[in-house]
């Protein structure tokens, strides 16, 4: 079968469409022919290499895929060849004291397709019976992939962690990216006013579609400030920010006395300047959030199946596209997610 591939860490062009043998599925595992696989800001890490942290080469990348079932492995009892999967590309052991507690992703064994072993940009694809799930009626399978892990990831970090109400005041720093469209969705859900910030009015007027209720385009005013304007100087109660080093201090004084801000990554660095008197003494909480749990992606799932979440699909390449691909999303033009293909 065909696969993305990388042999070395460096630009779009060490990506190789290459053959690789079938996989087979295992006990309790279903053989997926993939049809559609997205891109997220995780494959531009791993083809990028990231300090500190090895990865065996070479690697295959992707996490998010949709397909057809087109056999089973031994033990298999919920699917059978033809049916339309998405999967959640999260897999935990199922038998930790935190899988025992329903915390998957805090499992010692917990592992992501792409990140820790090979991923999904593949034509056939090897899952566990416990992560394939039935794509939702109606439903492409380009829909179907371009939601599985920035869903479930936001809706962690809002619903999970930050425990979003009725009524609060919710920042979205860099709403245009696949984790922000899904969140923009997720916090209107909860009830909550939605800030969003992007560099581009274009970008903004997406997210306005989406049901953000108050636009900040941060390439011309710092967020920070037009938050404090709009709110008149209180802040807002939540703050999702996975930019990082760079909208880390904006985030942290954007916040209302007592507020919370969740991170579920750092695309412009790590290592933020941090003036901890911000923390203690306006008693804020800073939260972190990797992915989510089993029972977060059902939740997540019915939602999306219900309409009551959408998932937003800029664009779709071929296998062969994908440096392209690539290169869109390491560029920040796209709104929603890419698609390969295979």
Same mark, same amino acid.
């Given at each position: 079968?065909?696969?993305?591939?990388?042999?070395?860490?460096?630009?779009?062009?060490?990506?190789?469409?290459?053959?690789?043998?079938? @996989?087979?599925?295992?006990?309790?595992?279903?053989? +997926? !022919?993939?049809?559609?696989?997205?891109?997220?800001?995780?494959?531009?890490?791993?083809?990028?290499?990231?300090?500190?942290?090895?990865?065996?080469? @070479?690697? +295959?990348?992707?996490?998010?895929?949709?397909?057809?079932?087109?056999?089973?492995?031994?033990?298999?009892?919920?699917?059978?060849?033809?049916?339309?999967?998405?999967?959640? &590309?999260? $897999?935990?052991?199922?038998?930790?004291?935190?899988?025992?507690?329903?915390?998957?992703?805090?499992?010692?064994?917990?592992?992501?397709?792409?990140?820790?072993?090979?991923?999904?940009?593949?034509?056939?694809?090897?899952? &566990?019976?416990?992560?394939?799930?039935?794509? @939702?009626?109606?439903?492409?399978?380009?829909?179907?992939?371009?939601?599985?892990?920035?869903?479930?990831?936001?809706?962690?970090?809002?619903?999970?962690?930050?425990? $979003?109400?009725?009524?609060?005041?919710?920042?979205?720093?860099?709403?245009?990216?696949?984790?922000?469209?899904?969140? +923009?969705?997720?916090?209107?859900?909860?009830?909550?006013?939605?800030?969003?910030?992007? =560099?581009?009015?274009?970008?903004? =007027?997406?997210?306005?579609?989406?049901?953000?209720?108050?636009?900040?385009?941060?390439?011309?005013?710092?967020?920070?400030?037009?938050?404090?304007?709009?709110?008149?100087?209180?802040?807002?109660? $939540?703050?999702?920010?996975?930019?990082?080093?760079?909208?880390?201090?904006?985030?942290?004084?954007?916040?209302?006395?007592?507020? !919370?801000?969740?991170?579920?990554?750092?695309?412009?660095?790590?290592? @933020?300047?941090?003036?901890?008197?911000?923390?203690?003494? !306006?008693?804020?909480?800073?939260?972190?959030?990797?992915?989510?749990?089993?029972?977060?992606?059902?939740?997540?799932?019915?939602?999306?199946?219900?309409?009551?979440?959408?998932?937003?699909?800029?664009?779709?390449?071929?296998?062969?596209?994908?440096?392209?691909?690539?290169?869109?999303?390491?560029?920040?033009? =796209?709104?929603?997610?890419? +698609?390969?293909?295979?």
């Amino acid at each position: 079968m065909r696969a993305v591939r990388i042999h070395a860490h460096g630009g779009p062009e060490v990506l190789k469409v290459e053959e690789v043998p079938d @996989p087979t599925p295992g006990a309790g595992e279903v053989l +997926i !022919r993939v049809r559609a696989a997205s891109l997220n800001h995780l494959d531009l890490f791993i083809r990028s290499g990231m300090p500190g942290v090895k990865i065996p080469l @070479p690697r +295959i990348l992707g996490s998010d895929a949709c397909g057809e079932v087109e056999s089973l492995g031994a033990g298999v009892t919920r699917f059978k060849a033809g049916d339309r999967v998405l999967i959640n &590309p999260g $897999v935990s052991c199922g038998r930790c004291e935190f899988c025992a507690g329903g915390r998957d992703s805090l499992c010692l064994r917990y592992r992501l397709f792409g990140e820790h072993g090979d991923g999904t940009d593949v034509e056939r694809l090897s899952v &566990p019976e416990r992560n394939v799930h039935p794509l @939702p009626a109606g439903f492409s399978f380009d829909q179907g992939a371009a939601f599985p892990l920035t869903g479930l990831t936001a809706w962690s970090m809002l619903v999970g962690k930050a425990r $979003v109400r009725p009524g609060e005041d919710v920042l979205i720093v860099g709403a245009g990216a696949g984790v922000g469209v899904m969140a +923009i969705q997720i916090a209107k859900h909860c009830g909550a006013r939605v800030f969003a910030t992007a =560099a581009s009015d274009d970008k903004l =007027a997406r997210c306005k579609a989406l049901g953000a209720d108050v636009l900040i385009n941060h390439a011309k005013t710092p967020f920070e400030q037009a938050v404090r304007e709009i709110t008149a100087k209180r802040g807002v109660d $939540v703050v999702m920010d996975y930019v990082g080093k760079a909208t880390w201090q904006q985030s942290l004084r954007a916040l209302v006395r007592g507020g !919370r801000l969740v991170t579920c990554g750092a695309t412009t660095g790590f290592d @933020p300047v941090e003036d901890l008197r911000h923390v203690f003494f !306006r008693q804020l909480s800073i939260l972190g959030s990797t992915m989510g749990s089993a029972k977060e992606f059902a939740d997540m799932l019915s939602c999306v199946a219900d309409g009551k979440l959408k998932p937003v699909v800029d664009r779709a390449f071929p296998l062969e596209g994908v440096a392209e691909a690539h290169r869109v999303l390491e560029a920040r033009e =796209a709104f929603g997610k890419l +698609i390969l293909n295979p």
